[in-house]
C-alpha cells in the first residue's frame, strides 16, 4: 500500500498570500494524484487529477504539478473560501490511499 | 445536477450491523462505478469499497473485507453499504463518491454528504 505523506500539517496564511502544499508518495505514482478540498461540516471535493487538471468548476488560482513521488498545490491568491484541509489520494497501485491531510488556515 | 444523498447509519454495537444507503440523481447511474470512503471524525480519508458499472466487481479495504458487503440497485438508482460484524474502528462519517469522468478512473467526485455511523456498546 503506497503511503502519502503531506507537509506542512498546518499552514497559516493571510488572505492574498499564496499557499504551496507537498505530497510525497512512499514510491512511484507517475501522475496518477488528485487533491480535494473540504470544508469543516462537509464532503470533500475534487479539485486536482492527474497531477495538474483541473476539475470542473475549479478556479484558476489553484493548480497542481510534480510526478513520480512529489507533487505541490499551488493556491496563486488565497481567497477567504480558500481556507480548508487539502488532501492528496492517489491511484496508482490498489487500494486508492490519501494522505493525511494540510490545514490551511487564517493568519 | 448530479446528486448523491445518504440516509441510514446511525448507532450500532459491537458485532452488530448496519446499513448506509446513496441515491444518485442527474446522471446515467448504471454507467459507473461507485465508491465507499470513511472518514473517523477529526481524522483524514479512507477509502473502503468501490462497486463497477452494472455491478461487474466488487473490491474492500483489507480493513472490512468480509464483514461489508456493497451492492447497488441501478433500477432504483442506488447505492448501499451492509456493515457487518461492526468493531468500534469502524465509528466514521461514511461518504459514498460517483467515478469521476469516463473510463475507470478512481478519482471520486461528486461525493454524498456523509453519514455518520457509530459503534458503541
Known amino acids: 500500500e503506497i503511503v502519502l505523506t503531506q507537509s506542512p500539517a498546518t499552514l497559516s496564511l493571510s488572505p492574498g498570500e499564496r499557499a504551496t502544499l507537498s505530497c510525497r508518495a512512499s514510491?512511484?505514482?507517475?501522475?496518477?494524484l488528485a487533491w480535494y478540498q473540504q470544508k469543516p461540516g462537509q464532503a470533500p471535493r475534487l479539485l486536482i487529477y492527474?497531477?495538474?487538471n483541473r476539475a470542473t468548476g475549479i478556479p484558476a488560482r489553484f493548480s497542481g504539478s510534480g510526478s513520480g513521488t512529489d507533487f505541490t498545490l499551488t493556491i496563486s491568491s488565497l481567497e477567504p473560501e480558500d481556507f480548508a484541509v487539502y488532501y492528496c489520494?492517489?491511484?496508482?497501485?490498489?487500494?486508492?490511499?490519501f494522505g493525511q491531510g494540510t490545514k490551511v488556515e487564517i493568519k | 445536477e448530479v446528486q448523491l444523498v445518504q440516509s441510514g447509519g446511525g448507532v450500532g454495537q459491537p458485532g452488530g450491523s448496519l446499513r448506509v444507503s446513496c441515491a444518485a440523481s442527474?446522471?446515467?447511474?448504471?454507467?459507473?462505478?461507485m465508491h465507499w470512503v470513511r472518514q473517523a471524525p477529526g481524522k483524514g480519508l479512507e477509502w473502503v469499497s468501490v462497486?463497477?458499472?452494472?455491478?461487474?466487481?466488487?473490491?474492500?479495504a483489507r480493513s472490512v473485507k468480509g464483514r461489508f458487503t456493497i451492492s447497488r440497485d441501478d433500477s432504483k438508482n442506488s447505492l448501499y453499504l451492509q456493515m457487518n460484524s461492526l468493531r468500534i474502528e469502524d465509528t466514521a462519517f461514511y461518504y459514498c463518491?460517483?467515478?469521476f469522468g469516463s473510463g475507470s478512473s478512481s478519482w471520486f467526485d461528486p461525493w454524498g454528504q456523509g453519514t455518520l455511523v457509530t459503534v458503541s456498546s
Open positions: 489520494q492517489q491511484r496508482s497501485n490498489w487500494p486508492p490511499t
Open positions: 514510491q512511484s505514482v507517475s501522475r496518477d
Open positions: 492527474d497531477a495538474s
Open positions: 442527474g446522471f446515467s447511474f448504471n454507467a459507473y462505478a
Open positions: 462497486i463497477g458499472a452494472d455491478g461487474s466487481g466488487a473490491y474492500y
Open positions: 463518491a460517483k467515478e
